[in-house]
């Protein structure tokens, strides 16, 4: 059974850093592993995706620079470190995994429970 499991959100000050953990179980990905985000109203959307096997990486623009995602493969974990982080970047972010195209929700396998970062200002 595959377990996204994620860790790291807190309440911050703007301008302030985070690290994002997510750490996979049951099976190992050679595809896209992600970052997504959902904001209370809002669609969930696309942060940051890396490639498994390329460490290629993909970002949204509006965290392009201030975000940096990677991973370790002995862990088999990816991670998300946010600096710079603004009061607009609060969310429940959610980790995935399988992804067959890096930006779309709609096309990964499997999720984590979400974890609740808030940037106060």
């Known amino acids: 059974q595959v377990q996204l499991v994620e860790s790291g959100g807190g309440l911050v000050q703007a301008g302030d850093s985070l690290r994002l953990s997510c750490a996979a179980s049951?099976?190992?990905?050679?595809?896209?592993m992600g970052w997504f985000r959902q904001a209370p109203g809002k669609l969930r959307e696309f942060v940051a995706a890396?490639?498994?096997?390329?460490?290629?990486?993909y970002y949204a623009d509006s965290v392009k620079g201030r975000f940096t995602i990677s991973r370790d493969g002995a862990k088999n974990t990816v991670y998300l470190q946010m600096n710079s982080l603004k009061p607009e970047d609060t969310a429940v972010y959610y980790c995935?995994?399988?992804?067959?195209?890096?930006?779309?929700?709609?096309?990964?396998?499997?999720w984590g429970q979400g974890t609740q970062v808030t940037v106060s200002s």
């Open positions: 995935a995994a399988g992804g067959k195209v890096p930006t779309m929700p709609a096309q990964y396998d499997y």
């Open positions: 049951g099976r190992t990905f050679s595809n896209n």
């Open positions: 890396i490639t498994w096997r390329s460490g290629s990486t």
